[in-house]
């Protein structure tokens, strides 16, 4: 597919991340969209052009699959074991880079202060 | 019923001017009913303020519009089961989200575009050449310069195109 491709360096995009961790259960993809909102109170949302590329990708990298026998808008999706390996590996990165926000501004607070 | 046609820019070129358009006719009552030949069909309707949107997706299955619907987002219309048109009340989220789905979405149509243009670019230089060679009869080669006219016309209008998204492309990667 296209060359902007994060999943292709191991790495999630925001709208990846939220999709991969809202089919950590079966869903419906329809509804992954609204679980999202829920989920961030409205904080972070996915377009539907978006979410249609998205879950494409994720499908054809093998990080999440069709589950039971739901067919046109009732496709179900979950994730599959490398799509749950993958999220966790990116929930580390993600954590690692507020340690390092957290150290620098930290250390700036402490010098002003 | 009451019909306006309006032109288009061509969408791979004024893919926003032409969605800010079918707005602007909208809130007069004038709303997209059908694609057009290089432009669009308007039917008399209510005055109502809709944003537009253009997705590309070639033989869209029942899953694809139920995401556009789930979000607010009608479909209004098609053009060869491929270029897809949506409207949703002024204010809804846009059908794009993220930075490399939106980038996906051109590099895609680059791509389709350039796989008909490149072969017929290489057509028509060989078709004129083989054409204006002496040693063809007169009426083969008047043949082959006329095929080679068609195959420049297929060239314009997927070349075109083609420049359009990879100008829409380096913008959006500058920005």
Wanted: glycine residues 10%.
């Amino acid at each position: 597919m296209a060359r902007n491709d994060s999943l292709e360096i191991g790495e999630l995009t925001d709208t990846s991340f939220y999709i991969l961790l809202s089919l950590v259960e079966a869903r419906h993809g329809y509804l992954i969209m609204q679980n999202i909102e829920e989920l961030t109170e409205g904080g972070f949302s996915i377009g539907p052009a978006s979410m249609y590329t998205t879950i494409k990708k994720l499908l054809s990298a093998g990080l999440i699959e069709l589950y039971g026998d739901g067919k046109g808008k009732r496709k179900t999706y979950i994730a599959t074991n490398s799509g749950l390996q993958l999220l966790e590996k990116d929930i580390q990165r993600r954590e690692l880079m507020i340690v390092h926000a957290k150290q620098v501004l930290n250390q700036k607070g402490e010098k002003s202060g | 019923m009451k019909k306006k046609y309006v032109t288009s820019k061509g969408l791979a070129f004024g893919e926003e001017k032409d969605m800010g358009k079918l707005r602007y006719y909208a809130k007069q009552g004038w709303v997209l009913d059908r694609f057009a030949p290089l432009g669009f069909w308007l039917k008399k309707g209510e005055e109502q303020d809709l944003s537009f949107a253009v997705d590309y997706n070639k033989n869209p299955d029942d899953e694809y519009f139920a995401y556009f619907e789930q979000a607010g987002w009608t479909h209004v219309c098609s053009e060869a089961d491929y270029i897809h048109v949506f409207s949703a009340a002024e204010g809804t989220k846009p059908i794009y989200s993220d930075r490399e789905t939106t980038l996906d979405k051109y590099e895609v149509e680059k791509k389709n575009t350039g796989r008909v243009a490149l072969p017929s670019l290489i057509a028509t230089i060989l078709l004129f050449v083989l054409g204006n060679l002496g040693s063809i009869p007169g009426i083969i080669g008047e043949i082959l310069i006329w095929l080679g006219f068609l195959t420049m016309i297929v060239f314009i209008f997927s070349g075109m195109p083609y420049v359009g998204y990879q100008y829409k492309l380096s913008k959006l990667k500058k920005g």
